[in-house]
């Protein structure tokens, strides 16, 4: 069955930088696209970015530009998203996703990591 | 970037009432050339992830009970729970994927009656 399992729970301090791990198993991972995706406390989903697994094209969310980073290990079937300059805004859970091409609904989720900032 | 526009905010259903969600996109999500809107529905309970419950703004997605149904086009889309049970107690949020970057609804909180 299709499956992502994120890396887990993780404490920053202002300034810093988080690295989140994503590992899909199930099917082939170079058929779909993965999406990073947060949610703040009591806030509503928020896109961040693709990044096209079999050529490693990618897409962010002018909102990011500058600070994350989304990468992959085909043979490890795994994407990892790389946000920088942390500031409390940035606390949330980030979510990967799949989908079906560039464009499309996300039918398969992680669990979730929670990324805390706080001095 | 589109704004989606939920409404309700939140509902209070009793079991097996009807209820029905709204969302409103600020431009069209309809992608011409070929006839699809780039609209989800998601269901989301307290600590998981979203489930996608509808694509192209009308088609079920496999598993989904078919008490949940989705209609629109353009910019006007309806969720319909036919008959409320207690699991669908939930956050509903749509989705618009027709431009980058996706933008979601900010969500309809249905609780028990």
């Known amino acids: 069955q299709v499956q992502f399992v994120q890396s887990g729970a993780e404490m920053k301090k202002p300034g810093a930088s988080v690295k989140v791990s994503c590992k899909a198993s199930g099917y082939t991972f170079i058929d779909y696209t993965i999406h990073w995706l947060r949610q703040a406390p009591g806030q509503r989903l928020e896109w961040m970015g693709w990044i096209d697994v079999d050529n490693g094209a990618t897409k962010y969310s002018q909102r990011f530009r500058g600070r994350v980073t989304m990468t992959w290990d085909r043979s490890a079937s795994t994407s990892y998203m790389d946000l920088t300059s942390l500031r409390s805004e940035d606390t949330a859970v980030y979510f990967c996703?799949?989908?079906?091409?560039?464009?499309?609904?996300?039918?398969?989720w992680g669990q979730g990591t929670l990324v805390t900032v706080s001095s | 970037d589109i704004v989606m526009t939920q409404s309700p905010d939140s509902l209070a259903v009793s079991l097996g009432e009807r209820t029905t969600i709204n969302c409103k996109s600020s431009?069209?999500?309809?992608?011409?050339?070929?006839?699809?809107?780039?609209l989800a529905w998601y269901q989301q309970k307290p600590g998981q992830p979203p489930k996608l419950l509808i694509h192209w703004a009308s088609t079920r997605e496999s598993g989904v009970p078919d008490r949940f149904s989705a209609s629109g086009s353009g910019t006007d889309f309806t969720l319909t729970i036919s008959s409320m049970q207690a699991e669908d107690v939930a956050i509903y949020y749509c989705q618009q994927y027709y431009n980058v970057p996706f933008t979601f609804g900010g969500g309809t909180k249905i609780e028990m009656k």
């Open positions: 431009q069209s999500v309809l992608y011409i050339s070929n006839n699809k809107n780039y």
């Open positions: 996703t799949r989908t079906r091409g560039d464009y499309g609904s996300s039918d398969y």
